[in-house]
């Protein structure tokens, strides 16, 4: 291959939460989630021809593209798409999100890869171009991905989503501070959507009724955040995880946050993600410390997220 374009190349990728709408959306209902404005930065220096290798310091985690692991054949997926398998690159992740938690952290990585092995290239990625390469890598981890992670991953901000090529950005009224709480338990987003297709399939009415219902949350959890009612946006929460615990996809831990978050006057919570461990979000304006508190008393530790206007 020839001599590589720029001697390094950087990619930002957002973290994400889902407010309204996870599991549903895959079926098509709509979902309202959030960019972090903690994600990932990924460098990429040259390295020794066709001997890649990525490294994720805060994660522990290492990948080369002959390995046989998940992260392995994500990272081969996207040298693959940027038909770069046969260079050789270093690409070190530093991400500000934990792994497995249900916050994007596999589309994020795979944005702020692309983008840097691209950098480094000497190319710039088409947005169009971007997304196809990071929902390549998305399927290695999820099989069938709605597109929502990636989409947040590359754009950030709140963003209204339907479908990868169908999101909409949505207007912050009120600005407002939004509790991420980590459970303690890897997220097993791949498995739970595996239960809810296998759900869907056993009470299909039954279903079709509960994502009728978090469609409707969505709109509501949407029109609220428009117009700056965080009561409204705090009930939608709420509701949402009790179709989500319905729906088998909660935990005892994640469903404890919920009720601790609740008790200390959070307006609403619920998990986010995929569930099965992960995170839970928890809203609550006014004194966010307190639910921080509660949590932190039970083992859960959390960081505070902007949700700007
Ligand atoms: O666990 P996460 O952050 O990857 O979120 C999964 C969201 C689901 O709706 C359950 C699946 C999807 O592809 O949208």
């Known amino acids: 291959m020839g001599v590589w374009a720029n001697r390094q190349g950087r990619g930002h990728a957002f973290g994400k939460v889902i407010l309204l709408g996870e599991h549903a959306v895959v079926y098509g209902v709509p979902a309202l989630a959030t960019g972090l404005r903690q994600g990932i930065q990924a460098l990429a220096l040259p390295g020794p021809a066709g001997r890649s290798h990525l490294s994720a310091p805060s994660w522990g985690l290492e990948a080369t593209p002959d390995g046989r692991g998940p992260l392995d054949t994500a990272f081969r997926v996207i040298l693959e798409e940027l038909k770069m398998l046969d260079r050789g690159a270093e690409v070190v992740l530093d991400a500000e999100i934990p792994a497995g938690a249900?916050?994007?952290?596999?589309?994020?990585?795979?944005?702020?890869?692309?983008?840097a092995l691209a950098a480094l290239a000497g190319e710039t990625l088409g947005l169009e171009r971007l997304a196809e390469v990071a929902l390549a890598s998305e399927r290695v981890f999820h099989g069938n991905p709605s597109g929502l992670d990636h989409s947040l991953a590359?754009?950030?901000?709140?963003?209204?989503?339907?479908?990868?090529?169908?999101?909409?950005?949505?207007?912050?009224?009120?600005?407002?501070?939004?509790?991420?709480?980590?459970?303690?338990?890897?997220?097993?987003?791949?498995?739970?959507?595996?239960a809810v297709?296998?759900?869907?399939?056993?009470?299909?009415?039954?279903?079709?009724?509960?994502?009728?219902?978090?469609?409707?949350?969505?709109?509501?959890?949407?029109?609220?955040?428009?117009?700056?009612?965080?009561?409204?946006?705090?009930?939608?929460?709420?509701?949402?995880?009790?179709?989500?615990?319905?729906?088998?996809?909660?935990?005892?831990?994640?469903d404890r946050m919920v009720d601790l978050a609740l008790e200390a006057g959070a307006l609403g919570a619920k998990l986010t993600g995929g569930g099965g461990g992960g995170c839970a979000i928890a809203l609550a304006p006014r004194d966010p410390g307190r639910v921080e508190a509660a949590w932190a008393r039970s083992g859960f530790t959390s960081f505070v997220t902007e949700v700007r206007a």
């Open 154 to 194: 590359i754009h950030g901000g709140v963003r209204y989503f339907l479908r990868a090529d169908a999101f909409a950005p949505v207007r912050v009224a009120v600005g407002f501070p939004l509790l991420v709480g980590y459970s303690g338990q890897v997220g097993a987003t791949r498995d739970t959507v595996s």
């Open 197 to 254: 297709a296998a759900f869907y399939r056993a009470h299909r009415a039954e279903t079709e009724a509960r994502f009728r219902a978090v469609a409707e949350l969505v709109e509501a959890g949407r029109a609220a955040v428009e117009s700056g009612d965080l009561f409204a946006l705090g009930a939608c929460l709420t509701e949402n995880h009790g179709i989500l615990r319905g729906l088998g996809v909660s935990t005892p831990a994640l």
């Open 102 to 115: 249900g916050l994007g952290a596999s589309a994020a990585t795979a944005v702020a890869t692309a983008r």
